[in-house]
């Protein structure tokens, strides 16, 4: 933690010298001290604090909604050789498809912009949950399974007691990723489809509002960053509170 904080202070020092420096041209790059004004301007305005929840609201259901469908997916394609075979092929041509590129048909499939967004979120975040968890379930130890053949589990009890715990530590691996995707499409969407209020829209807006808006824009980008981080430190701290019991975990503690 004490290492990351010097790591970002660093990097705000670097943003401060750079320009100050004329190694960048201001107009185009402004100070980080100018970029921390603008910031404070912004937090003062209720419209900064919309744009953030809506965000936010759109982050969440469409990573809510990926992590859901993956995992459900996941396990239920997993566990079945013959369906995990079928669907291989399909998989690996639709995982490496960027959401970017869906931008055209998510606009022409919903008029309305909110869903629009969603489609590029679930699509990109959806992909690092499923196939995470279908590696989960293929781990599944093999005397583990011979084990619930002898005592003749049924399928739900295969997956709450063997499937399960194997594809638990994948899955919150998927999800930390599924974190971070969603949240840079959700920018992403709103910065190109518009029309939600969001810190993408709100980007947008400062790029075309000329020199005033430059500080502006950067302020919201570091605010990005900002969600990003914490996003990724609630993550880690739900991996380790949920995989408590897991030696990876208790080795990390003990450390």
Same mark, same amino acid.
């Given at each position: 933690?004490?290492?990351?904080?010097?790591?970002?202070?660093?990097?705000?020092?670097?943003?401060?010298?750079?320009?100050?420096?004329?190694?960048?041209?201001?107009?185009?790059?402004?100070?980080?001290?100018?970029?921390?004004?603008?910031?404070?301007?912004?937090?003062?305005?209720?419209?900064?604090?919309?744009?953030?929840?809506?965000?936010?609201?759109?982050?969440?259901?469409?990573?809510?909604?990926?992590?859901?469908?993956?995992?459900?997916?996941?396990?239920?394609?997993?566990?079945?050789?013959?369906?995990?075979?079928?669907?291989?092929?399909?998989?690996?041509?639709?995982?490496?498809?960027?959401?970017?590129?869906?931008?055209?048909?998510?606009?022409?499939?919903?008029?309305?912009?909110? =869903?629009?967004?969603?489609?590029?979120? /679930?699509?990109?975040?959806?992909?690092? #949950?499923?196939?995470?968890? $279908?590696? %989960? &379930? !293929?781990?599944?130890?093999?005397?583990?399974?011979?084990?619930?053949?002898?005592?003749?589990?049924?399928?739900?009890?295969?997956?709450?007691?063997?499937?399960?715990?194997?594809?638990?530590?994948?899955?919150?691996?998927?999800?930390?990723?599924?974190?971070?995707?969603?949240?840079?499409?959700?920018?992403?969407?709103?910065?190109?489809?518009?029309?939600?209020?969001?810190?993408?829209?709100?980007?947008?807006?400062? =790029?075309?509002?000329?020199?005033?808006? /430059?500080?502006?824009?950067?302020?919201? #980008?570091?605010?990005?960053? $900002?969600? %990003? &981080? !914490?996003?990724?430190?609630?993550?880690?701290?739900?991996?380790?509170?949920?995989?408590?019991?897991?030696?990876?975990?208790?080795?990390?503690?003990?450390?």
């Amino acid at each position: 933690m004490i290492k990351g904080a010097l790591g970002l202070a660093g990097f705000a020092v670097l943003l401060e010298v750079l320009p100050r420096l004329g190694l960048v041209p201001r107009q185009h790059f402004p100070p980080f001290s100018a970029m921390c004004t603008a910031l404070a301007r912004q937090a003062a305005r209720p419209a900064f604090w919309s744009a953030v929840a809506g965000t936010l609201e759109i982050w969440f259901l469409g990573l809510a909604i990926a992590v859901v469908a993956g995992i459900a997916l996941g396990i239920g394609i997993g566990s079945v050789p013959v369906l995990r075979a079928a669907t291989a092929s399909t998989v690996e041509f639709l995982r490496p498809i960027p959401s970017v590129a869906l931008l055209p048909l998510a606009v022409v499939l919903f008029s309305a912009p909110l =869903r629009s967004i969603l489609l590029l979120v /679930v699509y990109a975040s959806f992909w690092q #949950v499923l196939i995470q968890v $279908l590696h %989960g &379930v !293929a781990d599944v130890d093999p005397v583990a399974r011979e084990t619930a053949d002898s005592y003749r589990l049924n399928r739900w009890q295969r997956a709450r007691h063997l499937v399960w715990p194997t594809a638990l530590p994948y899955a919150m691996t998927g999800i930390r990723l599924a974190t971070a995707v969603a949240l840079v499409l959700t920018v992403t969407g709103e910065l190109f489809i518009g029309g939600t209020d969001g810190l993408g829209e709100q980007l947008s807006l400062a =790029r075309n509002s000329g020199d005033d808006g /430059v500080a502006v824009m950067y302020a919201l #980008v570091i605010v990005a960053g $900002l969600l %990003g &981080v !914490a996003a990724n430190l609630v993550t880690r701290r739900a991996e380790r509170a949920v995989l408590a019991w897991h030696p990876s975990v208790r080795r990390e503690v003990a450390l």
